[in-house]
């Protein structure tokens, strides 16, 4: 005992020693530490000393059998399901900075899946239901809130899109369902705006109950914790200048500011820096990187229990638990990888916003990014094998943090058994080839 | 916003402008070229952590398109490698 | 007031403002600010904290404030806002958010007895069982601090604006002052804004003297030279908020002109920027550190020097650097005890006791706590590195942590920064963009260093800007040079929490915790902890954070670094952001003339593409949606119908290539055209997918029109011009939008040419003069026209285009002409069941970004004599790929009265499996009397006469394919 401890009251080291052995009957099952809330009752009355860390540093050795560059939500995931469902475990994720700092970092974190396309649909119906379980699969708070989004509709064309993707849902179980402006308006009472004689009257909604929010650092955290307690190794700021190619024109592994790493798999899950990783080893992808914006507002009372979207004005938003409207837009036109804010881009979007909620002409701005996502011709994402043996990646994510638990579920099993599962198996490289287009164009945050 | 530079208007405003995507192979002669090389014409463009070559039209202006080096990280606009 | 000063101040003691504070009322003065009001009045336990909900005070003096927030009530509501920047004005009215009832006697409170087992992050360990949605809804209440004001504000509105500038500063402290001079005299246009109310900064706050008279007296005359040069824009009570790319800032200016205007938001091009911010102290963190009466040595000497406020009685001061000595000077000489001034370093320097003379010091000491609850009672003082706590009784504690040069804008502008070892602070390194800090901004913390820095950088950047500055005389400035040595924390066996954001409640153990727990980097230990994610974003706390982690870590904090900053400095107003685009500013409508004629009709309007205001159809009274629609297509069937065709797209092309040109964007040869003719083509982008159709005019050897959708008119101008420019600039091509030049009224039915030769023609419009698919040049009913036969219905029909100035007067004249026929107005909605029973191509159905001609039976219109043109090449290769294609067939319904909803997607055997295909249009036909629907479905062309399910939700509906046509299928009656 140090002598911080022997300067406790004797009452609490009892309460100590009687909750430890309490935990020591429970605990036998993995390695990770469980958070309880009786670990927390025990670990508060020590000072939180034995809390163990999340994730280990351990060193990086030279081979393993997967790389995975990328410890944002889709490499991180791939690592866990990998060690889970696969029992590959002898796997690094390589992080050129801090794990979870990629777009998983500062995301508007809306869950949902009402697309549009047969193979798109079932992949973001897995997803959902995943993410439902996530708390107790990971034992870590995701703070999942079955929100249910409403599409706020404002023109006959989109209404007729959101009922055709609606009817295709529905054969996949998801539900999607038609309700009128009264009931749009009840169910959000802050949209005061878009009255009958407004310029854009609001004409009825969509509710999709399926929709959800969650803590996005919970995700990349509660991730990178179970995999690292199952032996995958997280490695932060190792940046991986390029990939390496045999002789036989397979991945050999890759070469990073810390050494030559081999393994014989090698998943890239790093968005918008894919084509630059994939060209040096000569492989050229269909893939842009655009920037995204998002802003949250200060934080106030509960006013908005649901996702609110916008497709006809550009805009969606949730309010956190904290009490902030967290609220996003369209990208912005032109390759970037700035990571910044373009000022009428974000006068459009508020403008819109408060269009539809007047009320928040005083709300103020708090804080405000910019991510970059890449994404291709048709607007679905690329999770395929490449032509490079062995390289397998996950790309063209725009709309890829609802995607990040089937995203990893399925990526690793590709990986593991070298067949693409059956909910991924259009998102192919070589769906170019054909122009075999899946195109989600409207149902991502289209300009 | 960017300030773009109109070859016939001057320095103007970002929104006086429609972006039309990045630079990319000239259009190869369709009906005599390989599949291949059509695909990479119409799908690959390049994306670069640096300047790229990206076309914009004066659509609120004089309706002249044109094209920048704009560097992707700073958004900088830079001279091109032949100084367009 | 007891805490009033006598004398002295900015505030304006002839006007005395009443206001209300959780339910009691007080006095200030003009020129308070709601935080110094209430010192004034001696009130100190103004907040309860965001999660412990412990008693907080005042802590700063500006928006640095951490502590405080109020939300004021009724038209002023706006959610939180630091009570050290709300101006007072009389009959504000504000309460404490965070606590219930009151701060003194919070419910909250008893959050403080579990605080132990609520350390950061805790909700990532714990409710988790059953699911976090029992725990939400109470979680979400006691969050979230203030309201979301109720409704928009009632009096006033917001605008935006731009300006153009040579330089903007930010900032009108005297670095900002003397940087502006420069500029301003040289000609330059200078932009200057400052947040405060009054320019001076620091000076404000300070008893400095400039050329041996009063700082001030030196603020009031730069003000006054500014404000006659015309060349110079200052503001006051405006924020520079964002620094965005190509030197584009954000200005928020508040309550301009004491007008209407409740925020301005200025976007400001400037060519040179100047960021003369100043700096922010740092709190000092120890066991307490947030109790009410601890506030920031700064504050304590702006609420002397400005506000004429004494905020206690006996004060120690708690610093690790020279600018304490003067607040504490400035507080005795006001009439406070000084108690102590606790100073950390080892050797106090001679300059900094020179200040504070007949003080007493405590070098090489800490304060390791702070006894007392609801306020200051005492302080322990401890040696520096251990040993025995001495208390020291007191009502105010006064810390200086040392100074951070406020780089946010720098950095936002993507410039980079770098740490000072001897000024312990982040300095701004390598700029990104034309912009330079300085003064204390810069890291220059003593005035004469300030004036002198910012001058030099104001006549590089004005030389940059293209101006010849003066060289400027420096005027003489008394102040006393500044050094520190960092202390991080105070590292200390005291018990209590020791606070590096007070805002979010966020202690050196919970940061300990995160490392603990391996978020090492700073990043994640800010997102663990929320420390520095509050309204404040740790303005006072953020380096503290990483100081600490340094310590703990080992390493130094060059190696950490920052968290990144980001807009905006401070909050902003969303309204302010959006300015005036409202309703129709933002989306102007597109209207023809004859919107007043359909809005009389009794019309129902709505938007089409393009953000056209389109009449759906035209209900008599007591008709409702499907007999007025039915109505208008037997007329148009059976007697003769008139629609408004003008937002079509057209333009017209001229030159000698033009004929090339369209053989290279349509599918189909154009050139072969003859004058006076015209065809209908179909338009692809390369990648193969139909990107527009319409129909080309040849109006003479080199001059066409070609007529595109309505909603993608700018984007087939954009497609024209970019392969014209891009690709063929040698061919010899103009083209003209002419979408506003021509608008028409389209007569249409069996008896249009009844109705045409009734408004009187010079064109002869018989079959063989005037053939389906070509158009005439002349007079109709008076006016010049061309009339073209074109027909989206399927019935004969005579489109004539007129200037946009003749269309109401032909529309009247047409509807007079037609009514002994019984003419009928039609809708949008009219028109779409007419094309359906064609089997006429409609871009937002049938086409949705997988089909190609060939799908769609137009097969014919894919010239096979073309070795090229715009799509060709893409969909050769997609047909060679073999999938299965999805292919327009007709539908209907095996139930004549079951209708099948747009979209629905058609399954084998109409069970829930992979879909086939959909419907893409389902309307009643009058001709018919039944639904009749077009759908897509794989390998349609070959199952005609099968049936095929619709899968709904509950119902499985089947239906027979057929020929996706249901009317007139050779076309008899549109060539009649």
């Known amino acids: 005992?140090?002598?911080?401890?022997?300067?406790?009251?004797?009452?609490?080291?009892?309460?100590?020693?009687?909750?430890?052995?309490?935990?020591?009957?429970?605990?036998?099952?993995?390695?990770?530490?469980?958070?309880?809330?009786?670990?927390?009752?025990?670990?508060?009355?020590?000072?939180?000393?034995?809390w163990s860390p999340a994730w280990r540093s351990p060193p990086l050795r030279d081979k393993y059998d997967v790389i995975i560059i990328g410890a944002g939500g889709h490499g991180l995931a791939t690592a866990y399901y990998l060690a889970k469902e696969h029992k590959i475990t002898n796997v690094a994720v390589l992080e050129r900075g801090w794990l979870g700092g990629g777009n998983v970092a500062r995301n508007t974190v809306t869950i949902r899946s009402n697309y549009l396309r047969d193979q798109s649909i079932p992949f973001y119906v897995k997803s959902v239901e995943l993410y439902e379980g996530l708390t107790k699969e990971l034992n870590f708070n995701m703070m999942h809130s079955k929100r249910t989004m409403i599409d706020v509709v404002h023109n006959y064309p989109k209404m007729r899109e959101l009922r055709r993707r609606q009817l295709t849902m529905d054969i996949y179980g998801s539900t999607y369902e038609q309700i009128f402006t009264e009931e749009v308006r009840r169910r959000i009472p802050a949209l005061t705006g878009g009255g009958p004689g407004s310029r854009l009257?609001?004409?009825?909604?969509?509710?999709?109950?399926?929709?959800?929010?969650?803590?996005?650092?919970?995700?990349?955290?509660?991730?990178?914790?179970?995999?690292?307690?199952?032996?995958?190794?997280?490695?932060?700021?190792?940046?991986?200048?390029?990939?390496?190619?045999?002789?036989?024109?397979?991945?050999?592994?890759v070469e990073t500011v810390r050494g030559t790493v081999r393994a014989k798999k090698v998943v890239v899950a790093v968005s918008g820096h894919t084509t630059t990783l994939t060209e040096t080893v000569g492989l050229k992808l269909p893939l842009r990187t655009m920037n995204l914006t998002a802003?949250?507002?200060?934080?106030?009372?509960?006013?908005?229990?649901?996702?609110?979207?916008?497709?006809?004005?550009?805009?969606?938003?949730?309010?956190?638990?904290?009490?902030?409207?967290?609220?996003?837009?369209?990208?912005d036109s032109g390759q970037s990888f700035r990571r910044d804010i373009k000022q009428h881009v974000f006068e459009d979007t508020v403008g819109a916003m408060l269009e539809l909620f007047p009320s928040f002409k005083k709300l103020k701005l708090m804080r405000q990014w910019g991510g970059h996502l890449d994404i291709t011709h048709d607007a679905s994402p690329i999770m395929d094998e490449t032509d490079v043996g062995g390289l397998f990646v996950t790309a063209g994510w725009w709309g890829g943090y609802k995607a990040i638990p089937a995203g990893g579920l399925t990526m690793a099993h590709h990986v593991a058994t070298g067949h693409p599962h059956p909910l991924m198996k259009d998102f192919t490289v070589n769906r170019f080839k054909n122009l075999e287009f899946i195109m989600e164009t409207g149902t991502t945050t289209a300009r | 916003m960017l300030l773009i530079t109109c070859p016939f208007c001057g320095a103007r405003n970002e929104t006086e402008f429609v972006y039309g995507g990045p630079v990319g192979r000239d259009r190869p002669d369709a009906a005599k070229v390989?599949?291949?090389?059509?695909?990479?014409?119409?799908?690959?463009?390049?994306?670069?952590?640096?300047?790229?070559?990206?076309?914009?039209?004066?659509?609120r202006g004089c309706g002249d398109w044109f094209t920048i080096w704009r560097n992707t990280i700073t958004h900088d606009i830079v001279d091109g490698p032949d100084n367009e | 007031m007891n805490n009033r000063l006598a004398q002295g101040g900015r505030i304006d003691r002839s006007q005395s403002l009443s206001f209300t504070f959780n339910g009691t009322r007080y006095l200030g003065y003009m020129g308070d600010t709601f935080a110094s009001a209430l010192l004034a009045n001696?009130?100190?336990?103004?907040?309860?904290?965001?999660?412990?909900?412990?008693?907080?005070?005042?802590?700063?003096?500006?928006?640095?404030?951490?502590?405080?927030?109020?939300?004021?009530?009724?038209?002023?509501?706006?959610?939180?806002?630091?009570?050290?920047?709300?101006?007072?004005?009389?009959?504000?009215?504000?309460?404490s958010v965070n606590c219930w009832p009151s701060p003194r006697f919070d419910f909250g409170a008893v959050a403080q007895l579990i605080a132990r087992f609520i350390p950061a992050g805790f909700y990532y360990k714990t409710f988790k069982w059953p699911t976090w949605h029992l725990f939400e809804p109470s979680i979400r209440r006691a969050a979230g601090l203030a309201a979301a004001p109720a409704a928009p504000p009632t009096a006033g509105h917001f605008e935006s604006r731009s300006a153009h500038a040579d330089m903007l500063i930010a900032g009108a402290g005297p670095a900002g002052l003397i940087a502006a001079l420069v500029a301003g005299r040289a000609g330059a246009r200078v932009f200057l804004a400052d947040e405060a109310n009054e320019p001076g900064g620091s000076l404000l706050s300070r008893n400095l003297t400039i050329d041996g008279k009063p700082a001030l007296d030196w603020i009031t005359a730069v003000a006054a030279e500014l404000a006659a040069m015309p060349n110079v824009v200052h503001l006051q009570n405006s924020t520079v908020w964002a620094y965005r790319e190509h030197n584009l800032l954000c200005v928020n200016e508040r309550n301009p002109d004491h007008s209407t205007i409740l925020e301005r938001n200025w976007r400001v091009r400037a060519q040179q920027v100047i960021v003369a911010t100043g700096a922010i102290e740092r709190a000092m963190v120890f066991a307490n550190n947030d109790r009410p009466g601890v506030m920031l040595a700064s504050a304590v000497q702006t609420y002397i020097n400005r506000y004429a406020v004494l905020p206690g009685r006996r004060a120690v001061f708690f610093t690790n650097n020279n600018s304490a000595y003067a607040a504490a000077a400035d507080f005795a000489a006001a009439g406070g005890e000084v108690a102590a001034i606790v100073d950390s370093r080892r050797e106090v320097p001679a300059a900094a006791r020179a200040q504070a003379d007949g003080l007493a010091v405590f070098p090489a000491s800490v304060v390791s706590k702070v006894i007392g609850h609801h306020h200051v009672r005492a302080i322990k003082i401890?040696?520096?590195?251990?040993?025995?706590?001495?208390?020291?009784?007191?009502?105010?504690?006064?810390?200086?942590?040392?100074?951070?040069?406020?780089?946010?804008?720098?950095?936002?502008?993507?410039?980079?920064?770098?740490?000072?070892?001897?000024?312990?602070?982040?300095?701004?390194?390598?700029?990104?963009?034309?912009?330079?800090?300085?003064?204390?901004?810069?890291?220059?913390?003593?005035?004469?260093?300030?004036?002198q820095d910012a001058a030099t950088k104001a006549v590089e950047a004005t030389l940059a800007a293209g101006f010849n500055p003066a060289e400027p005389i420096l005027p003489e400035a008394q102040d006393a040079p500044y050094s520190v040595e960092p202390?991080?924390?105070?590292?200390?066996?005291?018990?209590?929490?020791?606070?590096?954001?007070?805002?979010?409640?966020?202690?050196?153990?919970?940061?300990?915790?995160?490392?603990?727990?391996?978020?090492?980097?700073?990043?994640?230990?800010?997102?663990?902890?929320?420390?520095?994610?509050?309204?404040?974003?740790?303005?006072?706390?953020?380096?503290?954070?990483?100081?600490?982690?340094?310590?703990?870590?080992?390493?130094?904090?060059?190696?950490?670094?920052?968290?990144?900053?980001?807009?905006?400095?401070?909050?902003?107003?969303?309204?302010?952001?959006?300015?005036?685009?409202?309703?129709?500013?933002?989306?102007?409508?597109?209207?023809?003339?004859?919107?007043?004629?359909?809005?009389?009709?009794?019309?129902?309007?709505?938007?089409?593409?393009?953000?056209?205001?389109?009449?759906?159809?035209?209900?008599?009274?007591?008709?409702?949606?499907?007999?007025?629609?039915?109505?208008?297509?037997?007329?148009?069937?059976?007697?003769?119908?008139?629609?408004?065709?003008?937002?079509?797209?057209?333009?017209?092309?001229?030159?000698?290539?033009?004929?090339?040109?369209?053989?290279?964007?349509?599918?189909?040869?154009?050139?072969?055209?003859?004058?006076?003719n015209g065809r209908y083509g179909l338009m692809l982008s390369d990648d193969g997918l139909i990107l527009d159709d319409g129909v080309a005019l040849r109006l003479d050897e080199h001059r066409w029109l070609i007529s595109t959708s309505t909603g993608h008119a700018d984007a087939m101008n954009q497609h024209m011009e970019k392969v014209l420019q891009f690709d063929h600039p040698d061919w010899n091509v103009m083209v003209?939008?002419?979408?506003?030049?021509?608008?028409?009224?389209?007569?249409?039915?069996?008896?249009?040419?009844?109705?045409?030769?009734?408004?009187?023609?010079?064109?002869?419009?018989?079959?063989?003069?005037?053939?389906?698919?070509?158009?005439?040049?002349?007079?109709?009913?008076?006016?010049?026209?061309?009339?073209?036969?074109?027909?989206?219905?399927?019935?004969?029909?005579?489109?004539?285009?007129?200037?946009?100035?003749?269309?109401?007067?032909?529309?009247?004249?047409?509807?007079?002409?037609?009514?002994?026929?019984?003419?009928?107005?039609?809708?949008?909605?009219?028109?779409?069941?007419?094309?359906?029973?064609?089997?006429?191509?409609?871009?937002?159905?049938?086409?949705?970004?997988?089909?190609?001609?060939?799908?769609?039976?137009?097969?014919?219109?894919?010239?096979?004599?073309?070795?090229?043109?715009?799509?060709?090449?893409?969909?050769?290769?997609?047909?060679?790929?073999?999938?299965?294609?999805?292919?327009?067939?007709?539908?209907?319904?095996?139930?004549?009265?079951?209708?099948?909803?747009?979209?629905?997607?058609?399954?084998?055997?109409?069970?829930?499996?992979?879909?086939?295909?959909?419907?893409?249009?389902?309307?009643?036909?009058?001709?018919?009397?039944?639904?009749?629907?077009?759908?897509?479905?794989?390998?349609?062309?070959?199952?005609?006469?099968?049936?095929?399910?619709?899968?709904?939700?509950?119902?499985?509906?089947?239906?027979?394919?057929?020929?996706?046509?249901?009317?007139?299928?050779?076309?008899k009656r549109l060539r009649s």
């Open chain 1, 1 to 50: 005992m140090t002598s911080l401890e022997s300067s406790k009251p004797r009452w609490t080291r009892l309460g100590h020693t009687f909750l430890d052995r309490a935990a020591l009957m429970l605990k036998n099952i993995t390695v990770m530490q469980k958070y309880t809330v009786f670990s927390l009752l025990r670990n508060g009355l020590s000072g939180h000393q034995n």
């Open chain 1, 295 to 331: 802003f949250v507002s200060e934080p106030v009372k509960p006013l908005v229990d649901v996702v609110v979207n916008c497709p006809d004005l550009g805009f969606y938003f949730s309010q956190s638990d904290k009490g902030e409207m967290v609220i996003g837009g369209a990208p």
């Open chain 3, 736 to 971: 003209t939008t002419v979408t506003s030049q021509w608008n028409n009224a389209t007569i249409c039915g069996p008896m249009a040419r009844d109705v045409m030769e009734a408004l009187e023609t010079d064109i002869d419009l018989s079959a063989e003069a005037f053939p389906f698919m070509s158009f005439r040049d002349g007079t109709v009913a008076g006016l010049p026209a061309r009339v073209v036969r074109v027909s989206f219905t399927g019935e004969l029909s005579f489109e004539v285009n007129v200037a946009p100035r003749h269309l109401a007067e032909l529309w009247g004249k047409v509807m007079t002409a037609g009514a002994p026929f019984g003419i009928e107005p039609v809708g949008s909605e009219g028109s779409h069941v007419l094309r359906v029973e064609k089997g006429f191509l409609s871009l937002g159905h049938e086409v949705d970004g997988t089909v190609d001609a060939f799908d769609l039976g137009m097969g014919w219109i894919m010239s096979k004599k073309k070795p090229d043109f715009i799509g060709k090449r893409s969909v050769e290769i997609r047909r060679a790929g073999g999938s299965v294609r999805r292919e327009l067939v007709g539908l209907l319904p095996e139930d004549p009265n079951a209708q099948i909803p747009e979209g629905a997607p058609l399954t084998p055997g109409g069970v829930k499996k992979a879909t086939k295909g959909l419907v893409t249009a389902c309307v009643w036909s009058v001709v018919h009397d039944r639904w009749v629907a077009l759908g897509l479905l794989e390998n349609g062309h070959s199952r005609h006469g099968e049936t095929a399910h619709v899968r709904l939700t509950d119902q499985v509906i089947p239906a027979l394919v057929t020929k996706p046509v249901f009317h007139d299928p050779d076309g």
């Open chain 3, 382 to 451: 401890s040696p520096l590195g251990g040993g025995e706590a001495q208390s020291v009784p007191c009502d105010l504690l006064a810390c200086s942590g040392g100074w951070s040069p406020t780089v946010h804008l720098f950095s936002q502008s993507r410039g980079t920064l770098s740490f000072d070892e001897g000024l312990a602070a982040f300095l701004p390194d390598e700029p990104a963009q034309n912009c330079v800090c300085a003064g204390a901004a810069a890291g220059k913390f003593s005035l004469s260093d300030t004036l």
């Open chain 3, 487 to 676: 202390l991080w924390r105070v590292e200390s066996d005291a018990k209590g929490k020791a606070f590096l954001d007070i805002q979010n409640d966020v202690t050196v153990d919970d940061v300990h915790l995160a490392l603990r727990e391996g978020y090492s980097n700073v990043e994640h230990v800010k997102r663990y902890t929320t420390g520095g994610m509050g309204i404040d974003q740790g303005k006072t706390g953020n380096i503290n954070i990483i100081g600490t982690v340094a310590l703990q870590q080992g390493t130094s904090l060059p190696d950490i670094g920052t968290t990144t900053f980001r807009s905006p400095y401070t909050p902003v107003s969303f309204g302010a952001i959006s300015g005036l685009r409202e309703c129709s500013v933002v989306l102007p409508y597109r209207h023809t003339p004859v919107t007043k004629w359909n809005h009389a009709r009794g019309a129902f309007m709505y938007e089409a593409g393009a953000r056209w205001r389109r009449p759906g159809y035209f209900p008599k009274p007591g008709e409702g949606f499907q007999e007025a629609v039915n109505r208008e297509c037997r007329a148009v069937r059976n007697g003769v119908g008139v629609y408004d065709g003008s937002p079509l797209g057209k333009f017209e092309l001229k030159g000698r290539d033009v004929g090339k040109f369209l053989d290279l964007i349509y599918t189909n040869i154009m050139s072969t055209l003859s004058p006076g």
């Open chain 3, 42 to 95: 001696g009130v100190s336990l103004t907040a309860r904290s965001f999660k412990y909900h412990r008693p907080r005070g005042i802590v700063g003096a500006g928006v640095e404030e951490p502590a405080t927030l109020v939300e004021l009530l009724g038209d002023d509501a706006s959610g939180n806002r630091p009570a050290t920047t709300v101006p007072l004005s009389d009959g504000l009215v504000a309460r």
């Open chain 2, 34 to 59: 390989s599949d291949d090389e059509w695909l990479d014409y119409l799908l690959i463009v390049p994306n670069p952590i640096g300047p790229v070559h990206e076309r914009w039209w004066h659509a």
């Open chain 1, 201 to 253: 009257p609001v004409i009825g909604g969509m509710v999709h109950t399926d929709a959800g929010v969650n803590r996005h650092d919970a995700v990349a955290w509660g991730y990178a914790r179970a995999a690292d307690a199952h032996g995958v190794e997280m490695h932060q700021q190792t940046p991986v200048k390029s990939l390496i190619r045999g002789t036989d024109g397979r991945i050999e592994g």
